[in-house]
């Protein structure tokens, strides 16, 4: 992958305490960036591995610099906070990455209307609640982007139908971010939606996709951590308004064996992916 260091630029996340959100703080703070993660996870949970506080330590560790902001983005006050904590660090604000998501990928009779709700709220407005807060300080960045971690919008009957809520959930992530390719274009923002084109092995696969059997057949989070980088360095003005998918952005790269990424030889396709 072409070098274009992220060095001293200031990436914003939702999320990130684990997964592809730690993967993608870990790569940008390879390449030199700061790196403020908003998350809930203050303390360890038995169920699921890291904390806001480890995965800041990881990103230090990995070269960059970390600012570890305890709070929910759904919360308008924590987002607000999160920014200003950020501006305050780091002097400002280079990138807006929407990762934070709630996963409950059921039928419309089996989804308890609590986890509908969770879903809408984490990735609709926690989505828009960040970078509403961002933008103010990207139309000041010589760099800026925004990068939702959501889906082509297929409208296909097949993925419409395996479960509504979900996919409503995060095509609404990709609308509003395609929306402010358009709203934003002439502030020189950036807005792109990134997915993986396989199942990525982290704990929410783990937990709700299939267990032990479905990540060893799926990737690592570092294929989504290396294509946002990739997204992430390109000239804003000549990058905005794509749905991306994974391979295709790391083969414009340069990448075309994946096999640095894990999976099986029969890697599932994710959800909204044609093959």
């Not at 001293?8 to 999320?15: A, E």
């Not at 609709?124 to 609640?129: A, K, S």
Request: proline share 7%.
């Amino acid at each position: 992958m072409t070098s274009r260091p992220l060095a001293g630029r200031t990436l914003l996340m939702s999320g990130g305490s684990r997964g592809i959100g730690l993967a993608i703080g870990i790569a940008a703070g390879r390449l030199g960036a700061n790196v403020t993660l908003l998350a809930k996870t203050d303390t360890p949970d038995p169920r699921l591995p890291g904390t806001v506080h480890t995965a800041a330590a990881e990103i230090e560790a990995a070269g960059g610099q970390a600012l570890a902001v305890v709070g929910d983005v759904r919360d308008e006050a924590s987002v607000q906070r999160a920014v200003d904590e950020t501006v305050a660090r780091f002097g400002g604000i280079d990138f807006c990455v929407n990762n934070a998501s709630a996963l409950a990928p059921l039928k419309t009779e089996e989804l308890p209307v609590k986890r509908f709700d969770l879903m809408q709220q984490i990735q609709l407005r926690g989505t828009f609640l960040l970078t509403r807060a961002a933008i103010p300080h990207l139309r000041r960045s010589p760099h800026p982007h925004i990068l939702s971690l959501s889906p082509p919008v297929n409208l296909a009957p097949h993925w419409m139908g395996l479960h509504p809520a979900y996919t409503l959930a995060k095509y609404g992530m990709t609308l509003l971010t395609l929306g402010w390719a358009a709203e934003l274009a002439e502030a020189g923002i950036a807005a792109n939606a990134l997915w993986p084109r396989t199942l990525i092995a982290t704990a929410a696969v783990r937990n709700m996709l299939g267990g032990d059997a479905s990540m060893q057949r799926a990737r690592s989070p570092e294929i989504m951590a290396d294509a946002a980088v990739a997204i992430l360095q390109r000239p804003p003005r000549d990058c905005t308004g794509q749905t991306f998918i994974d391979e295709d952005v790391l083969r414009a790269e340069g990448i075309t064996d994946f096999s640095r990424y894990g999976g099986g030889s029969d890697v599932l396709l994710d959800l909204y992916v044609d093959p």
